[in-house]
């Protein structure tokens, strides 16, 4: 067993951990990433990155940088209903400098934070070393118990952060309360080629019982094929075959392309979850991003929460992490700062769920709406939703300091 120490040790490499490690290195707090995968290399993950996030990389001086990344700009948002196509936001009037929604393989934008954040000596990331446990001693967190293949790494810390994902184990091990909202719906996952030409619906296309989502990446689409809750073993024992069927249903422009879908390795299941924890810290110990709040995939927010969720953290803890001591009221801090906007974003989501999306699994016909028609026939009105959605609720700023700047 080998044993460190440091100030804040953060469980889980996704986009929460790796900017909430970044920033405060950056404001010279000694800190440990722990990751349990060898690299960052995974499909399926959240790719969108909202023009918040984008306007915290341009404060952090990393907006340059990350445009040269692999992505892709998306300036409007529509959806195709049925035969028709609604137009519903427009982003190209956002104030700040990013005017659009990025599309970025989630890996390139963590390698980039990552190999930014490694130019501080504060900085410390592990890969293969997985969150297990937590080290408690005198009535709170002290720590963490991670498995490497090197054998078990204790870290101990003033502060453990859970940023590791839907299924937390830091928040288990904590014991802490989740409230689940709900979920109608879970997704098929799946990538099919893009040619020339190929018109791009980032909202879907909808028709009775069924809704794929395409996602632009490069040469290929990121499908997204939206299920009734719990309805994927049907699916996967109707076969493959049927299912290339009801995608070339819904979007036609897919006939002759389905043979990328070779197996059933090629489909990945995202089962989804809506919750959030009751309490997001315990003495020694906060939880952000999808270990304090799972968002629904509508949106694509989910990067872009956690990120919010760091630089708030950042902002309010460098000071008392540096002076080595972490009291339960800068805990809640975070929480009472960042807690509103996670709630107004899963409500938004969850009106969605209810209102559009189950009628339409349920095998409605799938028709805009009143307020899709006024937004479609308005082009001004389209940018409160790009607003919304692209600068969210309480879109935060990089408060904490750079310690290493001339």
């Not at 907006?63 to 692999?70: N, R, S």
């Not at 909808?206 to 699916?235: E, H, S, T, W």
């Not at 692209?390 to 700023?397: D, K, V």
């Amino acid at each position: 067993m080998t044993e460190i120490s440091t100030a804040c040790c953060i469980a889980g490499g996704g986009p929460a951990g790796v900017m909430l490690g970044y920033l405060l290195a950056r404001a010279g707090v000694e800190v440990v990433v722990l990751e349990k995968h060898a690299d960052f290399l995974r499909d399926f993950r959240g790719d969108t990155v909202h023009p918040s996030t984008l306007d915290i990389l341009d404060e952090l001086g990393l907006y340059e940088g990350f445009l040269k990344l692999p992505h892709e700009k998306i300036e409007r948002l529509f959806a195709v209903v049925g035969d028709a196509t609604v137009h519903v936001a427009d982003f190209r009037h956002l104030p700040g400098r990013a005017k659009f929604l990025a599309v970025a393989p989630q890996w390139e934008l963590l390698n980039f934070l990552a190999e930014a954040a490694k130019k501080y000596r504060q900085f410390r990331i592990s890969m293969q070393a997985e969150a297990v446990d937590l080290l408690q001693e005198d009535g709170q967190v002290a720590g963490v118990v991670a498995k490497t293949p090197a054998g078990d790494l204790v870290v101990r810390a003033t502060l453990v952060v859970g940023a590791d994902g839907r299924h937390s184990t830091v928040r288990q091990r904590a014991g802490l309360e989740i409230e689940d909202l709900g979920a109608p719906m879970d997704v098929l996952w799946l990538s099919l080629p893009r040619r020339p030409g190929d018109e791009v619906a980032p909202l879907g296309r909808l028709v009775a019982g069924r809704m794929l989502v395409m996602i632009p990446c490069g040469d290929y689409f990121q499908c997204g094929l939206v299920v009734k809750k719990g309805a994927a073993d049907v699916v996967r024992a109707e076969g493959l075959e049927a299912l290339k069927r009801s995608i070339e249903t819904i979007a036609p422009m897919f006939a002759g392309r389905m043979d990328a879908l070779a197996s059933w390795d090629d489909v990945k299941l995202l089962t989804v979850t809506v919750d959030r924890l009751k309490t997001w810290h315990a003495p020694g110990l906060l939880c952000i991003g999808d270990a304090a709040h799972a968002m629904s995939p509508i949106g694509g927010v989910g990067i872009n929460l956690a990120v919010q969720d760091a630089v708030a953290a950042a902002a309010l803890l460098w000071a008392p992490l540096s002076r080595g001591r972490i009291t339960s009221a800068d805990l809640a801090a975070v929480q009472k700062r960042r807690e509103w906007p996670a709630k107004v974003t899963q409500g938004v989501q969850m009106f969605i769920q209810q209102n559009v999306i189950a009628p339409i699994l349920a095998g409605g016909e799938p028709r805009p709406g009143w307020p899709f028609q006024v937004l479609d026939r308005n082009p001004i009105l389209q940018r409160l939703p790009a607003r919304a959605l692209g600068l969210g609720a309480r879109p935060e700023h990089v408060r904490s300091p750079d310690r290493h700047a001339a």
